[in-house]
């Protein structure tokens, strides 16, 4: 009599199984060079089954980008605490950010240094995610603004720009903490704050930096 089969893997389960090796794989060789069978491999599942659940390369790295984006969106979102006030909400924004940058870095390199660099549609996957941070950014920046002046002196432009600088600086910060060894997400964050909050500050006093004449 043969030996009794195991309980088969969840549909669900063998997909986040199959979706993790991916975003290790291409994190780690690049879209290019990863090939479905290391991916296949170090799921420890065959290559026909991947092709199975997911029909090609291409929608596996789109499949891959979107986990992340949502996850890092999510992870930016949930770590704020509505009816705070607005530094306290930034801060714990990019708390929450390079927190889960830091201990999601192959998730973080497929997002900022892969698919930004594959070209359409893969970029603009990554660019709908970024949209959606600078958007919260800039409605927290306002917010500071009518905080500090009940009626916001800050033009719209200005605060969409600082929004957009924030970001990258952000994104840039990340990449730098991740490879800088001994940076936690919370020196990470301070740093950006130091940064970003004293100019911020001076804004919100209505004593911005102007140029020399």
């Not at 009599?1 to 195991?6: C, E, H, L, N, R």
Request: glycine share 8%; net charge negative; with cysteine.
């Amino acid at each position: 009599m043969g030996a009794v089969k195991g309980k088969r893997m969840p549909r669900a389960v063998r997909e986040q199984q199959m979706m993790d090796a991916a975003v290790r794989t291409f994190a780690q060789r690049g879209y290019r060079a990863a090939s479905m069978d290391e991916i296949a491999e170090l799921a420890g599942v065959s290559k026909p089954l991947v092709y199975l659940y997911l029909n090609s390369k291409e929608e596996l790295f789109t499949a891959c980008i979107r986990r992340e984006a949502a996850a890092l969106v999510e992870a930016v979102r949930s770590a704020i605490t509505p009816g705070e006030p607005a530094d306290a909400q930034l801060w714990s924004g990019l708390r929450g950010f390079f927190t889960h940058t830091a201990e999601h870095p192959d998730g973080w390199a497929v997002l900022h240094a892969q698919a930004r660099t594959q070209g359409e549609p893969f970029a603009r996957e990554v660019a709908v995610m970024r949209e959606e941070i600078v958007a919260f950014v800039t409605l927290l920046i306002a917010e500071a603004a009518r905080e500090a002046h009940r009626d916001p002196s800050l033009p719209e432009r200005e605060v969409a720009g600082l929004a957009e600088a924030l970001v990258g600086a952000a994104e840039a910060l990340a990449v730098w903490a991740n490879t800088a060894e001994g940076v936690t997400a919370k020196q990470a964050a301070t740093t950006l704050m130091n940064f970003a909050w004293a100019g911020l500050g001076n804004l919100m006093r209505g004593e911005p930096w102007s140029p020399p004449r």
